[in-house]
């Protein structure tokens, strides 16, 4: 159905709506819709690290135009540069860019986002899937994410964020 449309690309995540973001993804599908279609398609589902991104690429190859990210790319903010070749960094420089980040990121939903509500929802989802990436730090990822103040919230990213705790992304 999408042939006739004049696209610059297809974006296929090979599950089904109602898996959301669980489960296992369905490479036989996506097979066949590489097959079906005269576009350019871009894959996305489940790269979170160098080896999964080795994975797909090892099946698909050149025949997909581009790979998308997403959540792997939240998880592991460093991610793109190592499927590129860039070296790992040291821990303490990406905890650095990682606090300037989230200063950054914390201050535009502030600016853009009316009320608390929707600014501390925000900023919690982006927790939910980096907190996993700092070391030992699981239990202050939990109570940031159940926290109902500002004040509360910047607390527990200080501290997140403060040193106490190593980033350590998925280097695989």
Same mark, same amino acid.
């Given at each position: 159905?999408?042939?006739?449309?004049?696209?610059?690309?297809?974006?296929?995540?090979?599950?089904?709506?109602?898996?959301?973001?669980?489960?296992?993804?369905?490479?036989?599908?996506?097979?066949?819709?590489?097959?079906?279609?005269?576009?350019?398609?871009? #894959?996305? !589902?489940?790269?979170?690290?160098?080896?999964?991104?080795?994975?797909? %690429?090892? =099946?698909? +190859?050149?025949?997909? $135009? @581009?790979?998308?990210?997403?959540?792997?790319?939240?998880?592991?903010?460093?991610?793109?540069?190592?499927?590129?070749?860039?070296?790992?960094?040291?821990?303490?420089?990406?905890?650095?860019?990682?606090?300037?980040?989230?200063?950054?990121?914390?201050?535009?939903?502030?600016?853009? #986002?009316? !009320?608390?509500?929707?600014?501390?929802?925000?900023?919690?989802?982006? %927790?939910? =899937?980096? +907190?996993?990436?700092? $070391? @030992?730090?699981?239990?202050?990822?939990?109570?940031?994410?159940?926290?109902?103040?500002?004040?509360?919230?910047?607390?527990?990213?200080?501290?997140?964020?403060?040193?106490?705790?190593?980033?350590?992304?998925?280097?695989?």
């Amino acid at each position: 159905r999408l042939d006739s449309l004049p696209l610059a690309s297809i974006t296929i995540h090979p599950r089904v709506a109602k898996q959301m973001y669980d489960g296992d993804i369905d490479i036989s599908s996506f097979t066949e819709c590489l097959a079906l279609t005269r576009h350019e398609i871009v #894959y996305n !589902g489940d790269i979170d690290s160098v080896e999964s991104f080795g994975r797909v %690429w090892e =099946l698909f +190859g050149r025949r997909v $135009r @581009g790979w998308m990210i997403g959540r792997g790319a939240v998880r592991d903010p460093f991610l793109p540069a190592r499927l590129q070749g860039g070296a790992a960094l040291p821990a303490e420089q990406k905890l650095e860019k990682v606090r300037a980040f989230h200063r950054e990121l914390f201050d535009r939903c502030r600016d853009t #986002y009316s !009320g608390r509500g929707p600014l501390l929802g925000r900023m919690k989802e982006l %927790w939910k =899937l980096m +907190g996993g990436s700092l $070391r @030992g730090a699981e239990s202050l990822v939990g109570k940031l994410c159940r926290t109902e103040s500002v004040k509360s919230y910047l607390a527990c990213a200080e501290r997140l964020l403060g040193g106490e705790y190593e980033w350590q992304g998925s280097d695989k």
